[in-house]
Every structure is written in structure tokens, then in C-alpha cells.
Nanobody, 125 residues
Framework: QVPLVESEGGLVPAGGSLRLSCASS????????MGWFRQAPGKEREFVAL????????TYADSVKGRFSISRDNAKKTVYLEMNSLVPEDTAVYYC??????????????????WGQGTQVTVSS
């Protein structure tokens, strides 16, 4: 069973919005820091947004700050990524990930034990 399942992405015009969700089957979800990462063709996977177990702490990559918002619903075991004012440079496969080490919100992908299968987001110019 895949521990994390992202919602379907899609094709969005520049300036548009899209909301991704990630449903977890992990029994430890409320104790997992969660993150959204993305990987564009020919590039390394990079962090986009992170959220602490309670949701009180968040961190964003400079490239998405002010445009993207991460949130979570521990009762539904789901994390969300609201993406606004999308630009073609946001085109990538988006992944959600879970980290069982509470405390520091790590930006490096290697810190995350569980991953979704990824979902394609394409922003047209």
C-alpha cells in the first residue's frame, strides 16, 4: 500500500491556481512533519513547502513564498498545497513526503522516509 497518495495535478494557465492534496495511510500522520517537493525535468528534487505536526510552523522556498500555502488536517490525515499565481517555472512533478523526526523542518529530501508517487503540474505560458 502506498503510504501517501497525491491528488491529480493538471494543466493550468499562467496566473491560475491549483490545489493539491495528499492523503496519508500512515498511522503516525499526526506525528509526521510533512513536506511538498517538486522535480522539474533535468533538475534535482527541491523542497517547496514544509509543515510541522501541529501545523503551527511552516516554511516555504523563496520561489513560492507569497504564492503557495501549505496546510494540514490531522483528523483527515491529509496535507494540502494551495498554489496561486502560477508561472511556467512551477511546472514539475510534485511529491508529498512525511518525516517521522519531529522538531526541525528539514528541507533536504533525504530526510523524508515516506513519499507519494508524484503528480504532474504543468503551467502554460
Amino acid at each position: 500500500q502506498v503510504p501517501l497518495v497525491e491528488s491529480e495535478g493538471g494543466l493550468v494557465p499562467a496566473g491560475g491556481s491549483l490545489r493539491l492534496s495528499c492523503a496519508s495511510s500512515l498511522g503516525t500522520f499526526s506525528n509526521n512533519n510533512m513536506g511538498w517537493f517538486r522535480q522539474a525535468p533535468g533538475k534535482e528534487r527541491e523542497f517547496v513547502a514544509l509543515i510541522s505536526t501541529s501545523g503551527r510552523r511552516t516554511t516555504y522556498a523563496d520561489s513560492v513564498k507569497g504564492r503557495f500555502s501549505i496546510s494540514r488536517d490531522n483528523a483527515k490525515k491529509t496535507v494540502y498545497l494551495e498554489m496561486n499565481s502560477l508561472v511556467p517555472e512551477d511546472t514539475a512533478v510534485y511529491y508529498c513526503a512525511a518525516d517521522s523526526n519531529v522538531g526541525i523542518l528539514y528541507q533536504r529530501p533525504s530526510a523524508y522516509e515516506y513519499w507519494g508517487q508524484g503528480t504532474q503540474v504543468t503551467v502554460s505560458s
